[in-house]
């Protein structure tokens, strides 16, 4: 899918039906744009808080962390577009043990190769930074060494950013990281800036808790993005989603894949659940940027169409498509 050249709402290429793991040195025909919205310039997934733990261990003796991951990706492969990129905001390893960040470097780099994806990895506070270094770059690192990183996705730049403090929960960044981001974010990026970070810089009012351990002087981070080519801010840390905007940039906070810190407990200050984990997708376009939920568990099907609809829909004109799909007596909408 290139960047420039995609149809607009009259036109109708040929369809044809694509893997998304298909060989990149065929050409695929452009998709046909169903609505007013041409297709986005990157796709990115947002995964969070995975919180692997070595050697088969269960976290709370009762979560296999790792399973609940790899169910998640499993839904990654069903994408399509296929992800530019995965963004992962924290908590890798519930330990900061070596052995978990070996695994998921086993987990993830074959799914990016057949993706044709990169890897931003972001630090969180359950991360030791000896470990994730050497587990994820080969490289080695002290705990006082915050690990941001700058990566180009085809144009689009993300920025993760070290938000942890060694010892603690709660969030921090040093001046010498701010005067450093400041830096980065003089020149703008082809495509703007996506900032990666593990405490979100928003309010948590469903969760006081976590407003103990939320990211400190967030003023300071908010004076170095003003002005900036800051599209959109992605975060974890609460194991629930969440959305707000920050020095007028909107935020998506992904839910954890392991478990979910239930938002509505039921005479609980917190409360930890095996239930409702999600991952985001991320949709970057020339003047907007969507975020949607995707849950990690597939439910049960009541109703759909088969693939094939999608192949059958993009040979009709745009009002003929308007007709069987909008029409209430249409017979597509009739069961």
Known sequence: MSESGRPESGDQPEPEQRSPHADPSDTPA?????????????????????????????????????????????RLTRLDPAPDAIVVTGDLADKGEPGAY??????????????????VWVMGNHDERPAYAAGLFDREATTDEPQDAVHDIGGLRVISLDTTVPGYHHGELREAQLAWLAEVLSTPAEQGTILTLHHPPIPVPLVPA?????????????????????????????????????????????????????PAPDARF???????Q???????????????????????EVAGHPAEAAAQLAQMSPEQRRELVSRKDSPLNSG
């Open 102 to 119: 070996r695994q998921l470097r086993d987990l993830l780099d074959p799914l990016a190769a057949d993706l044709g994806a990169q890897i």
């Open 278 to 300: 999600s991952v985001n997708v991320v949709h970057v376009y020339a003047d907007r940027v969507v975020h949607s939920i995707v849950p990690v568990a597939a439910g049960p």
């Open 210 to 262: 976590a407003a103990i351990i939320e990211l400190l002087d967030q003023d300071r981070l908010a004076a170095v993005l003003a002005g900036t080519d800051v599209v959109s801010i992605l975060g974890g840390h609460f194991h629930f989603s969440s959305h707000s905007t920050f020095a007028g940039i909107p935020v998506s906070v992904a839910a954890a894949t392991c478990y979910l810190e239930d």
């Open 30 to 74: 452009d998709p046909v744009q169903f609505g007013q919205h041409p297709a986005p310039l990157r796709t990115l997934v947002h995964l969070s808080d995975t919180h692997l733990l070595a050697d088969g261990a269960l976290q709370f003796g009762a979560i296999d962390t790792t399973a609940r991951l790899c169910t998640a990706l499993e």
């Open 270 to 276: 917190t409360s930890a659940v095996d239930a409702h």
